[in-house]
């Protein structure tokens, strides 16, 4: 066994802000070290997000939570074992997790726009391949699933919105805007009526949440 400290930045949202926070990380075994290490791929995907901001922070935070919950076990008898056991569904989970926020959040307004449902269906599916680590560590009590998924449908509303606010920018029919949908294939009809729809929906969710 062996004790040292990493410091790390966490990505934590705060009233709609994304904060870079330095963070000591307690390495005391070998287990943990690999999740560490893990991780470190999530905020290097999410360092390049630009679009579906929210709910990718809401997977950073995921990821980190989980981290976080492993060095508490790490500190018991046995636990270094009990992480090493399950090390590589963990790092499966972070590597599809960090491959998901680079093909999400790296996409411009109009590919954000058109491949909005297929996003969402990405998104959902890093979240349960999260879930599952939390069953698969034992960690139920420490982690309230439900609030996960509330704050989960919550980022999804916030990004909608920003996708809605775009619309201005779309109908102005800019340079770069002709250009991304040129690179799409996509008429500015078939973009407005994606718009159209995620208003609604967004309705639909703001209602449910309430």
């Not at 997977?59 to 919950?69: F, G, H, I, S, T």
């Not at 109009?110 to 599952?132: D, G, H, K, Y």
């Not at 201005?168 to 799409?184: C, D, T, V, W, Y």
């Not at 009809?189 to 309430?210: M, N, P, Q, S």
Request: glycine letters at 6%; charged letters at 25%.
């Amino acid at each position: 066994m062996f004790q040292s400290f990493v410091l790390v930045e966490l990505v934590v949202v705060l009233q709609g802000s994304v904060v870079h926070r330095p963070y000591p990380l307690t390495m005391s075994s070998i287990g943990l070290g690999a999740a560490f290490a893990a991780v470190q791929l999530v905020y290097q995907a999410y360092s390049k997000v630009k679009s579906s901001k929210a709910r990718c922070a809401r997977l950073v935070e995921r990821c980190q939570l989980v981290v976080e919950r492993l060095e508490r076990i790490a500190m018991t008898k046995d636990g270094d074992a009990v992480i090493r056991e399950r090390i590589h569904e963990l790092e499966r989970a972070f590597g599809y997790t960090a491959q998901i926020i680079i093909q999400v959040g790296q996409q411009g307004i109009i590919a954000s726009l058109l491949r909005s449902e297929t996003n969402a269906l990405q998104i959902e599916s890093c979240n349960e391949a999260l879930t599952e680590l939390i069953s698969l560590f034992n960690l139920e009590e420490t982690v309230d699933i439900r609030r996960w998924q509330t704050e989960l449908e919550i980022a999804r509303v916030r990004d909608h919105q920003e996708l809605l606010s775009m619309g201005q920018r779309i109908e102005s029919g800019n340079a770069a805007i002709n250009r991304e949908l040129a690179q799409q294939g996509a008429t500015l009809t078939e973009v407005l009526r994606v718009l159209h729809v995620c208003w609604g929906r967004r309705l639909f969710r703001i209602r449910a949440l309430r």
